[in-house]
């Protein structure tokens, strides 16, 4: 898997590409709560348009919902938003 973090004014752009395994997301989430950055962001944008393939499972994305929810409290975020036009994705992201 590669990902990008983009950090805007008000928030990140994080880009997903190629092969994506479940505890991949996981790092990338903990990771991101390292950075400085972190605690100004108002909003956190997870584009999936270039994955090819991925293991997660409907059961890992409930963890990674529960997980965005206490970041985003913790850090006061307005948004998390996921972008997804893969028709195997799209019913893991709903």
């Known amino acids: 898997m590669t ?3 983009n950090w ?3 928030g990140l752009y994080r880009k997903f590409s190629g092969n994506i395994r ?8 903990l990771e991101l709560q390292m950075m400085p ?8 944008i997870n584009d ?13 994305t409930k963890a ?5 929810k206490v970041i985003a409290n913790t ?3 307005i948004k998390i938003a996921l972008v997804v036009d893969n ?4 019913p893991i992201a709903d």
């Open 22 to 29: 479940s505890d991949e997301i996981l790092e990338t989430s």
């Open 75 to 77: 850090a006061g975020i």
């Open 37 to 44: 950055e972190f605690e100004q962001a108002k909003y956190i």
């Open 48 to 60: 999936f348009l270039e994955v090819t393939s991925h293991s997660v499972l409907p059961e890992h």
């Open 87 to 90: 028709e195997a994705l799209i």
């Open 8 to 10: 805007e004014t008000n």
């Open 3 to 5: 990902h990008t973090f």
């Open 64 to 68: 990674y919902a529960a997980i965005d």
